[in-house]
C-alpha cells in the first residue's frame, strides 16, 4: 500500500513567486491536510480538505490556498513569496470523516525563499 | 496554538525505558491525545492515541491520568533508532491536530 507522496522533495524560489506543492493520499483516503514546519514556529496547521471542500482552516495569511480534487489528491499555492515561507511542508491523510484514527504524513516538501 | 506542554529534552540510556511526559490541562471530554514522532525531519510517524484508558501497541505505552490533564508515553526498551522528536498532540475539531513545540530524545549507547 503506498504512502502519502508530496511532490517536489526540494525547491528553490525567490521572494515574490508563487510555488504549487502537490499531495496524492492514500488510496481510499478522503482527507488531506497541509502543516508547515519551521524551525522558529514548529508544526503548525495550514488547512484541511476534505471530499474537495476546505473543512478546517488555520491562522494563515490568504497567499497560501489550497485545492483538493475528486481523486482526493490535493494541492497547496502559496503566492508572491516572502523569505519566511521557507519551510518544510508536511501532507497528511486519513480516511476523514471526523474519525479518531491517525493521520498518516508524506515525507514532505522542503521550501527554500531567496 | 499549542495545547500540550512538553520537556525541550531528555536523554535516555539504550535498552531502558524511556518516559516521556506531556501536559494538557486544557483538553476537552472528547479530545484525543496523539504521540507521534519525527526523525530529522521527515514526516512524522504515529505512534499511539488515547482517550481516556491507557493503550499499549507493539511501539510504546501511553498512560492517561484519571483526569486527563497529562500522560506519560513509555518506549519499554529504548534503542539508538528511538532518538528523534516526539510531539504530544491534542486532537481538535476535525482533524486538526495541536502539534507542542516537542520533546528532543537523546537514545545514548
Known amino acids: 500500500k503506498a504512502g502519502v507522496t508530496q511532490t517536489p522533495r526540494y525547491l528553490i524560489k525567490t521572494r515574490g513567486q508563487q510555488v504549487t506543492l502537490s499531495c496524492s493520499p492514500i488510496?481510499?483516503?478522503?482527507?488531506v491536510s497541509w502543516y508547515q514546519q519551521t524551525p522558529g514556529q514548529g508544526l503548525q496547521f495550514l488547512f484541511e480538505?476534505?471530499?474537495?471542500?476546505?473543512?478546517n482552516k488555520g491562522n494563515f495569511p490568504g497567499r497560501f490556498s489550497g485545492r483538493q480534487f475528486s481523486n482526493s489528491r490535493s494541492e497547496m499555492n502559496v503566492s508572491t513569496l516572502e523569505l519566511g515561507d521557507s519551510a518544510l511542508y508536511l501532507c497528511?491523510?486519513?480516511?476523514?470523516?471526523?474519525?479518531?484514527?491517525?493521520?498518516?504524513f508524506g515525507e514532505g516538501s522542503r521550501l527554500t525563499v531567496l | 496554538d499549542a495545547k500540550t506542554t512538553q520537556p525541550p529534552s531528555m536523554d535516555c540510556a539504550e535498552g531502558r525505558a524511556a518516559n516521556l511526559p506531556c501536559n494538557h490541562s486544557?483538553?476537552?471530554?472528547?479530545?484525543?491525545v496523539y504521540w507521534y514522532r519525527q526523525i530529522h525531519s521527515q514526516g512524522p510517524q504515529y505512534i499511539i492515541h488515547?482517550?481516556?484508558n491507557n493503550e499499549t501497541n507493539e511501539m510504546a505505552s501511553l498512560i492517561i491520568t484519571e483526569d486527563r490533564k497529562s500522560s506519560t508515553l513509555i518506549l519499554p526498551h529504548a534503542t539508538l533508532r528511538d532518538t528523534a522528536v516526539y510531539y504530544c498532540?491534542?486532537?481538535?475539531?476535525?482533524?486538526?491536530?495541536?502539534f507542542g513545540t516537542g520533546t528532543s530524545l537523546t537514545v545514548i549507547p
Open positions: 497528511a491523510s486519513s480516511f476523514g470523516d471526523r474519525d479518531t484514527g491517525e493521520l498518516f
Open positions: 488510496s481510499g483516503h478522503r482527507s
Open positions: 480538505y476534505f471530499s474537495e471542500t476546505q473543512r
Open positions: 486544557t483538553i476537552s471530554g472528547n479530545e484525543y
Open positions: 488515547g482517550l481516556k
Open positions: 498532540i491534542v486532537r481538535g475539531n476535525g482533524n486538526q491536530f495541536y
